[in-house]
């Protein structure tokens, strides 16, 4: 959403973004000197949020809001529904949850004009479920900044002292939130078989979250502690990147097309990862690297192996995956596409609901 909004800033579009104050996305917006609409959006407050947000859409008269998440959705299509008419209504889906055509969500996606998806999975399944044709849906996967995200955007040596391991010695690494739906015990169940080929290989886990002591306690049952290195949440990910020499994400479910895949890719990092969501989109398979069913720790630990390996099959996927990145999945492309968006979504906005009428309008 960050980089989204100040890309169309940078292209002289008028930028707000509604968020929960005291958040990181709104202290980031706000230094980045994005104008910040504090709004909780929590489900209990849904009648004072959908107040609150025609209150600012009858200020702000944007021509274009965009929801994110389920809570802001919600919000928005109440505040089109009861609100004064005006603009576009879009909404952007994100993960790779099916959506239960019944009469709720056919409500909360018949408020919106347009819909994205990061993927064309999600809006192949959004399209056969009913609720949303394709003519009034496209599908625009987050951009990766490719002059922070490269293949020399850090020192190897450096990354893997900062992270803890070895100079020497394969490093398999994987940058997520620590949930369940991530798959880090898949990725940790699959450990035991790669160190018996490779003993020195070591697996950073970067990033934070509830199923971080779970997975601390899965590495002591499985005797794989030693391997294992819990990085935690850093904000140096370019930098970090380039101490790996496999990207793994082994996700179960609900994913779009992961951010952390496509960095991997842009710092020409071979891939391995699994047949959720848009994920094949961004890792081809035998090209970029490989994709395995999710949930199979055999299936995972045999890939790995392979590109552990073959130091040159390494390179090669690497190089490919970087130019499948920067073709396809740049900030560039991201915004153009965007923009194309919204602009079919205000003619689908005219086409659905007649011109707006002149004065303050709530979408």
């Keep these: 959403m960050l980089a989204e909004s100040l890309g169309m800033r940078d292209r002289g579009h008028d930028v707000w973004i509604a968020t929960p104050p005291g958040g990181a996305l709104a202290g980031r917006a706000a230094e980045a000197g994005l104008e910040v609409v504090p709004m909780s959006f929590r489900r209990s407050l849904l009648p004072i949020n959908v107040r609150a947000l025609t209150s600012w859409v009858r200020r702000l008269q944007p021509d274009v809001v965009n929801s994110h998440s389920s809570a802001d959705s919600w919000t928005a299509a109440f505040a089109r529904r009861l609100g004064p008419r005006a603009g576009a209504l879009v909404r952007s889906r994100h993960i790779s949850v099916r959506v239960k055509p019944g009469p709720l969500h056919r409500f909360l996606y018949g408020q919106a004009d347009f819909v994205i998806t990061t993927g064309e999975s999600v809006r ?112 140096d990910i370019p930098t970090v990147l380039p101490g790996f020499d496999i990207f793994c994400q082994p996700s179960l479910r609900n994913e779009g097309v992961p951010q952390s895949v496509l960095q991997a890719g842009a710092v020409a990092l071979p891939v391995v990862s699994t047949e959720v969501g848009g994920i094949p989109e961004a890792v081809v398979h035998g090209e970029t690297g490989f994709v395995v069913p999710p949930d199979d720790p055999d299936a995972l630990a045999k890939a790995i192996s392979a590109l552990l390996a073959d130091r040159e099959l390494r390179r090669r996927l690497g190089e490919i995956g970087r130019r499948h990145v920067a073709q396809s999945f740049s900030v560039q492309r991201m915004l153009d596409l965007t923009e194309r968006a919204y602009a079919a979504a205000l003619r689908s906005a005219v086409s659905r609901r007649g011109p707006a009428s002149p004065g303050p309008s709530v979408p």
């Design 124 to 235: 192949g399944e959004l399209a056969e479920s009913g609720l949303v044709p394709l003519e009034r849906s496209t599908s625009i996967p987050t951009g990766v900044d490719l002059e922070r995200f490269h293949p020399h955007s850090g020192n190897r040596a450096e990354a893997r002292h900062s992270l803890g391991v070895a100079a020497e010695g394969p490093v398999i690494g994987v940058v997520a939130y620590l949930r369940q739906d991530k798959g880090h015990a898949v990725l940790f169940r699959a450990l035991p078989g790669i160190l018996e080929s490779y003993p020195k290989c070591s697996l950073v886990v970067v990033g934070d979250g509830p199923e971080r002591a779970n997975l601390e306690a899965l590495a002591g049952r499985l005797g794989i502690e030693a391997s294992v290195r819990f990085a935690g949440l850093r904000e």
